[in-house]
């Protein structure tokens, strides 16, 4: 809500395109006049007054220019200074990141105050992260269930999934990206909220366009059945009519997956091309068989944690300095227990014993000491937001994002830039280079001999 100024004891409210009243224009410039309470019936001065307002207005300086509209490519310098049940969210239309550091450095280039997907480049040593699902396995218009973007800026303009949890890929689409890059994704284990996606992102956008196929990493299991190989060729075989359908088309190529298992005992380098490394990482979540990742690109470094409890491997990972640190963080178990509706001994288990507090965070972010750390994974409501950044600044008080969808991190030698994005809800697919060429795969299906007669044609 904007500040509404006073003088003399009197709160003058403005007006919705931003300029205060006739009243506090003129009262500012002539603190003698004030005119509504002295009740001026006198039409010729009335007159005055409005030609002094006029002149005013043309050329003074006015008290609301801090907010008038930054130059493109500029940001207003916006920032909350707090954030509490009051704070404005995302779904609500609001455009601010929840942090009250959102520049921590000091930028080499002026960023617009949201991002706008398309007119903002990388530079080639930059990096840039979004939230495309900051939920948990509740999904909601407001939030897609778990998924991190990380573009890179190297000739190839890679970018990675890690996880891709229902509706992650409806704030994807809006990010002007070409549908035929989606082809690298991390899973850090094979919660459905993690995965949720992966049935779109293999059928239908290879019918948006993606001719490769889709190459996958994820932690094996105790046994070949709870591992990320079985999960992909039970999923290639669930999708079998989808991908027979696509017989003559040129993205049935695109709708295969390429699997490759890590360990989910040790770390490991799993990646590493374009100048881009990929580490996974043991994490402890409920049973073996999950993990987190680093990504390292010319010097700098993001950690991201999955789903965990607090863990000395997540510690480790960060060693030898991490740029962003985004780690899972649920409700406390007393607002979990209120906002779930269960008891409170269910959501302890819930929150303790399977994943991470807000106040663990913050011992968490303390001994990583990253450049910005960021509390993911929390269901973003006018319950939650408060209490958890409370209880998490009790234990650490550096630069920390609360995640909504569609946060958006820029990070770069000098800097970290945090925003929110602006998207088109109903963009279509941005098509670039594909390396699979040629006709499709497969020839067309001949139609069943029944539709000849069944078929409308008039």
């Not at 404005?88 to 455009?95: N, P």
């Not at 695109?254 to 490394?277: F, H, Q």
């Not at 409700?331 to 227990?337: H, R």
């Amino acid at each position: 809500m904007p500040i509404q100024p006073q003088i003399g004891g009197r709160t003058y409210p403005e007006k919705r395109d931003g300029c205060p009243d006739l009243g506090l224009r003129l009262a500012v410039t002539f603190p003698f006049i004030q005119h509504k309470e002295r009740g001026i019936e006198d039409m010729k001065t009335k007159l005055l007054l409005t030609i002094t307002c006029m002149v005013v207005t043309l050329f003074a300086t006015p008290l609301w220019a801090a907010d008038a509209p930054a130059k493109e490519g500029e940001a207003k310098g916006e920032s909350l200074t707090k954030i509490d049940q009051l704070t404005k969210l995302a779904y609500e239309g609001g455009t601010l990141p929840l942090t009250t550091t959102p520049v921590v450095g000091t930028p080499n280039r002026k960023y617009s105050s949201t991002f706008k997907p398309g007119a903002e480049p990388l530079d080639p040593d930059e990096i840039r992260v979004t939230i495309l699902g900051s939920g948990d396995p509740f999904v909601k218009k407001g939030q897609a269930s778990a998924s991190v973007l990380i573009e890179v800026g190297n000739e190839e303009h890679d970018f990675f999934f890690f996880d891709l949890g229902s509706g992650a890929l409806a704030n994807f689409d809006g990010l002007q990206l070409p549908v035929t890059s989606t082809t690298k994704v991390f899973l850090t284990h094979l919660h459905s909220d993690h995965m949720g996606d992966m049935p779109t992102l293999l059928g239908s956008l290879a019918k948006a366009g993606r001719r490769d196929p889709v190459e996958v990493w994820g932690p094996a299991g105790d046994t070949k059945e709870l591992g990320t190989l079985a999960f992909a060729q039970h999923l290639e075989a669930a999708m079998a009519w989808d991908t027979e359908s696509m017989a003559g088309h040129p993205g049935q190529s695109g709708s295969r997956l390429i699997t490759t298992e890590i360990p989910y005992d040790k770390p490991a380098k799993v990646y590493e091309r374009n100048g881009v490394t990929i580490s996974s990482f043991p994490v402890i979540h409920i049973m073996n068989g999950a993990v987190g990742y680093r990504l390292d690109y010319k010097g700098k470094a993001v950690v991201f944690s999955g789903d965990t409890r607090p863990s000395k491997t997540v510690i480790e990972a960060c060693k030898g300095g991490v740029d962003l640190f985004i780690h899972e963080t649920f409700p406390s178990a007393t607002v979990f227990a209120k906002k779930a509706s269960v008891p409170e001994k269910q959501a302890e288990m819930v929150v303790n014993n399977t994943h991470t507090s807000p106040a663990m965070a913050g011992k968490v972010f303390k001994r990583a000491g990253a450049r910005m750390s960021v509390m993911w994974h929390l269901v973003v409501d006018h319950d939650t937001v408060g209490p958890a950044y409370q209880e998490m600044r009790s234990q650490y008080d550096g630069p920390v994002t609360i995640a909504q969808d569609l946060t958006v991190f820029n990070i770069t030698r000098n800097t970290v830039v945090v925003r929110q994005a602006i998207i088109d809800p109903v963009a279509w697919p941005v098509i670039g280079k594909s390396k699979v060429s040629g006709p499709p795969m497969s020839k067309p299906n001949n139609p069943p001999d029944w539709w000849a007669a069944a078929l409308i044609t008039d």
